[in-house]
């Protein structure tokens, strides 16, 4: 759902599948925005961005954490936006503009 409404406003959009690929697709291209999970495998959300911050080339880009259940998710305090699981697709797009906007 979140590749299809960013993609649909015309974002190009790469996923990884835990946070250590999450990494590598670093090394290569610095994007506009990174959209995290906070649960994930290998790695949670609060890991990746740790390291996210922690490496000079990718400290600067703007994440938006995901968190679900209700948890007071890893992270959060050093992502520069918050969504609570579930949450409506415009407030996801309203987001990402405005991290990506800077």
């Known amino acids: 759902m979140i590749r299809l ?6 974002y190009l959009v790469d996923e990884a599948p835990h946070g250590t690929a999450a990494l590598e697709m670093l090394a290569g291209e610095m994007p506009d925005v990174a959209v995290v999970d906070s649960r994930m495998p290998l790695m949670n959300g609060g890991e990746l961005i740790a390291r996210m911050r922690a490496d000079a080339r990718t400290a600067a880009i703007p994440v938006l954490l995901l968190s679900g259940f209700g948890e007071a998710a890893s992270g959060a305090d ?18 990402v503009r405005s991290l990506a906007a800077g």
């Open 5 to 10: 409404v960013l993609e649909k406003d015309g």
């Open 78 to 95: 050093a992502a520069d936006a918050v969504l609570a699981k579930p949450f409506e697709p415009q407030h996801l797009l309203d987001t």
